[in-house]
């Protein structure tokens, strides 16, 4: 009979192993295209937590110089210093402000990757602006729809090729759909630990991320009232069980938001006036501006943190109004898989890392024969798609 020690050695970043032990599209992308990574200069701005620290990892394993950054308030400090430890230059911290995270970007440039993982379109915004570029300068992935939708709107066009990851037919149904429904709902219940059977719930956008989101909260036992200006989105969600009413009468009608849009400023000062006594505001998009935070602190005559000792300051925050409402915003609107849980699950960020991995390897092969933004190549998603089926068959 063997014997264990009375003590179990630990892992010194349990958290990235126990991520690595759940992660077998990544390391089957390194071992198939790996080699293509070997002596470039990679600069990412992702959410720096245990998934993305794998997928660094792997990066300097195959012989790749990687810098990277986080968005606001996502950073998780023990994953940048594990990072560190394993090569990885990391810039910024948790409490990084906006214009903190914006001087780490330009910082990242100034080091002329040679290849770029955006998230969100500020790194391919300052590259098409002007920002220095590698001589080596072979092109860039973005991770998000917000980015993919600035990338597109901005005046000019990028003269490289961005493949915008949130693109993939499969990243939409894999992760956004169900991955994101589980996790925001996830770090909503450890944000407040309220019950969902019973709650009147809003979600605000029905695109993959607010549909999984809504789908999620039915299935827990809660009513939930989708708005979306899309009618075949609509009617998909009527479809699917759910109440739909125009942004305002949700407002009104729910106790607990969430704002799945990816727009900014969706709810505005009247969305504010229309909102219930009471209501609580989760964020689900990237940039965490659904909500207008300028108008909602000119409606506001006092702010009380009711958040936990153990927290962020702003995980729960109460805004007595003028007219008398109270209104709870949690974490700021930030996306709340990440400021209050692990983010997305582990399986669905093996497929969307897997998805950045052979994106980037594509462009860095030459295989990305194209300028501007353009979708996951077909093949790709093919190709992780038969590969995930065959795991999870």
């Given at each position: 009979?063997?014997?264990?020690?009375?003590?179990?050695?630990?892992?010194?970043?349990p958290?990235?192993?126990?991520?690595a032990?759940?992660?077998?599209l990544?390391?089957e992308t390194?071992?198939?295209?790996g080699?293509?990574?070997a002596?470039?200069?990679?600069?990412?701005?992702?959410?720096?937590?245990?998934?993305?620290?794998?997928?660094?990892?792997?990066?300097v394993?195959?012989?790749?110089?990687?810098?990277i950054t986080?968005n606001?308030?996502?950073t998780?400090?023990a994953?940048?210093?594990?990072l560190?430890a394993?090569?990885?230059?990391v810039l910024g911290s948790?409490?990084?402000t906006?214009?903190?995270?914006?001087?780490?970007l330009?910082?990242?440039?100034?080091?002329e990757p040679d290849?770029?993982?955006?998230?969100?379109?500020d790194l391919?915004?300052?590259?098409?602006?002007?920002?220095?570029?590698?001589?080596?300068f072979r092109?860039a992935t973005e991770e998000?729809?917000?980015?993919g939708l600035?990338?597109?709107?901005?005046?000019?066009?990028?003269?490289?090729?961005?493949?915008?990851?949130?693109?993939s037919?499969l990243?939409?149904?894999?992760?956004?759909?169900?991955?994101v429904?589980q996790?925001?709902?996830?770090?909503?219940?450890?944000?407040?630990?309220?019950?969902?059977p019973?709650?009147?719930?809003g979600?605000?956008?029905y695109?993959?991320?607010?549909?999984?989101v809504a789908?999620?909260?039915?299935?827990l036992?809660?009513?939930?009232?989708?708005?979306?200006l899309?009618?075949?989105r609509?009617?998909d969600?009527?479809?699917?069980g759910?109440?739909?009413?125009?942004?305002?009468?949700?407002?009104?009608?729910?106790?607990i938001?969430?704002?799945?849009?990816?727009a900014?400023?969706?709810?505005?000062a009247?969305?504010?006036a229309?909102?219930?006594?009471?209501?609580?505001?989760a964020?689900?998009?990237?940039?965490?501006?659904?909500?207008?935070h300028?108008?909602?602190a000119?409606?506001?005559?006092?702010?009380?943190?009711l958040?936990?000792?153990?927290?962020d300051?702003?995980a729960?925050?109460?805004?007595?109004?003028?007219?008398g409402r109270e209104?709870?915003v949690?974490?700021?609107?930030?996306?709340i898989?990440?400021t209050?849980a692990?983010g997305?699950?582990?399986?669905?960020?093996?497929l969307?890392?897997?998805?950045?991995a052979r994106?980037?390897?594509a462009i860095?092969a030459?295989?990305a024969?194209f300028?501007?933004?353009?979708p996951?190549?077909?093949a790709?998603?093919?190709t992780l798609?038969?590969?995930?089926a065959?795991?999870?068959a």
């Amino acid at each position: 009979m063997s014997t264990a020690p009375s003590t179990a050695a630990r892992d010194p970043h349990p958290e990235i192993a126990w991520a690595a032990r759940h992660m077998p599209l990544l390391v089957e992308t390194f071992a198939s295209v790996g080699d293509v990574f070997a002596g470039l200069r990679l600069g990412l701005t992702i959410h720096v937590e245990p998934k993305t620290a794998v997928l660094c990892e792997h990066l300097v394993h195959a012989g790749a110089e990687v810098v990277i950054t986080g968005n606001v308030g996502t950073t998780q400090e023990a994953t940048a210093d594990a990072l560190r430890a394993a090569g990885v230059e990391v810039l910024g911290s948790r409490t990084d402000t906006a214009a903190d995270r914006d001087a780490h970007l330009d910082e990242i440039l100034r080091r002329e990757p040679d290849l770029v993982l955006d998230n969100g379109g500020d790194l391919v915004l300052k590259l098409v602006s002007g920002a220095p570029r590698s001589p080596r300068f072979r092109g860039a992935t973005e991770e998000t729809t917000t980015g993919g939708l600035r990338i597109r709107a901005a005046a000019t066009a990028p003269d490289f090729p961005v493949i915008v990851i949130n693109d993939s037919r499969l990243k939409l149904l894999v992760e956004n759909e169900f991955g994101v429904g589980q996790s925001i709902v996830q770090g909503f219940m450890n944000a407040t630990n309220l019950m969902l059977p019973g709650a009147r719930a809003g979600v605000v956008g029905y695109g993959p991320c607010g549909k999984g989101v809504a789908d999620t909260l039915r299935q827990l036992g809660a009513t939930v009232t989708v708005a979306d200006l899309d009618p075949f989105r609509r009617l998909d969600a009527i479809m699917r069980g759910h109440r739909v009413r125009d942004l305002h009468e949700l407002l009104a009608g729910n106790d607990i938001v969430f704002l799945a849009t990816g727009a900014r400023d969706v709810v505005d000062a009247a969305g504010i006036a229309a909102l219930r006594d009471g209501a609580l505001i989760a964020g689900v998009g990237h940039e965490g501006l659904e909500l207008d935070h300028a108008a909602l602190a000119a409606a506001t005559t006092e702010t009380v943190s009711l958040s936990p000792e153990s927290s962020d300051a702003d995980a729960r925050v109460l805004h007595r109004l003028r007219d008398g409402r109270e209104i709870v915003v949690l974490h700021a609107t930030r996306m709340i898989n990440l400021t209050a849980a692990g983010g997305n699950p582990i399986q669905a960020m093996d497929l969307g890392l897997a998805l950045q991995a052979r994106s980037l390897a594509a462009i860095a092969a030459g295989e990305a024969r194209f300028t501007g933004a353009e979708p996951v190549p077909a093949a790709i998603d093919r190709t992780l798609a038969e590969a995930l089926a065959a795991l999870l068959a």
